[in-house]
């Protein structure tokens, strides 16, 4: 079992910078590659950004890429999210994602999830 715990949420206005944590605890943190991804009201849950646990590689959706960098701390169990520019199209609630699968998008590959933090952007 993988625990994780996201933070960081809260309001901002349109172009603010917010960025999020995700710790985890239970196995091996760095055995896992994580995942943020996002769900917007009345929307489905979408994918935001992955990052392999080494770290090395990441991949973002086309919608934040340049804005947003996903980055994680081994030692520390944590993953980030630091969201630059943003957007009223950002207002979500933000989900962090552990899998023992290779680095992927799909939501389906991904075990462990967290219960997720608002993320408000007002225009």
């Known amino acids: 079992q993988v625990q994780l715990l996201e933070s960081g949420g809260g309001l901002v206005q349109a172009g603010d910078s917010l960025g999020l944590s995700c710790a985890a605890s239970g196995r091996t943190f760095s055995n896992y590659a994580m995942g943020w991804f996002r769900q917007a009201p009345g929307k489905e849950r979408e994918f935001v950004a992955a990052?392999?646990?080494?770290?090395?590689?990441?991949g973002y959706a086309d919608s934040v890429k340049g804005r947003f960098t996903i980055s994680r701390d081994n030692a520390k169990n944590t993953v980030y999210l630091q969201m630059n520019s943003l957007k009223s199209e950002d207002t979500a609630v933000y989900y962090c994602?552990?899998?023992?699968?290779?680095?992927?998008?799909?939501?389906?590959?991904?075990?462990?999830w967290g219960q997720g933090t608002r993320v408000t952007v007002s225009s």
């Open positions: 990052i392999r646990w080494s770290g090395i590689s990441t």
């Open positions: 994602a552990a899998t023992k699968n290779p680095y992927t998008r799909d939501e389906g590959q991904y075990e462990y």
